[in-house]
């Protein structure tokens, strides 16, 4: 079993940066693809960037390419999102989410098959 805690979200004005963290507890943070997710007011809950158990493999919403940078350290239990370039519309709850998968280089992106999920940090976008 993985519980996750995120940190690092805020209020931010448009056009700066955050990093958000994910930490893991458990000693099999290395068998799971790592999600962070958003959910907007009154929309669905996107994967906005994935990535693999080696950290090789990162996946990125076509909203957020260029902008966000996942990456992990497996040795610490982490996970991290590092954004840049805020905009409004990133305005969310963010939600890391580990999914159990048998490929080192593979990202999950089936929503469903995430098993464990955080509590959530809200992002803030003022314009």
């Known amino acids: 079993q993985v519980q996750l805690v995120e940190s690092g979200g805020g209020l931010v004005q448009a056009g700066g940066s955050l990093r958000l963290a994910c930490a893991a507890s458990g000693r099999t943070f290395s068998s799971y693809s790592i999600g962070w997710f958003r959910q907007a007011p009154g929309k669905e809950r996107e994967l906005a960037a994935g990535?693999?158990?080696?950290?090789?493999?990162?996946y990125y919403a076509d909203s957020v390419k260029g902008r966000f940078t996942i990456s992990r350290d497996n040795a610490k239990n982490t996970v991290y999102l590092q954004i840049n370039s805020l905009k409004p519309e990133d305005t969310a709850v963010y939600y890391c989410?580990?999914?159990?998968?048998?490929?080192?280089?593979?990202?999950?992106?089936?929503?469903?098959?995430?098993?464990?999920w955080g509590q959530g940090t809200q992002v803030a976008v003022s314009s």
């Open positions: 989410a580990a999914a159990p998968i048998a490929f080192l280089a593979v990202v999950e992106t089936n929503q469903g098959q995430y098993t464990y």
């Open positions: 990535i693999s158990r080696s950290g090789t493999r990162t």
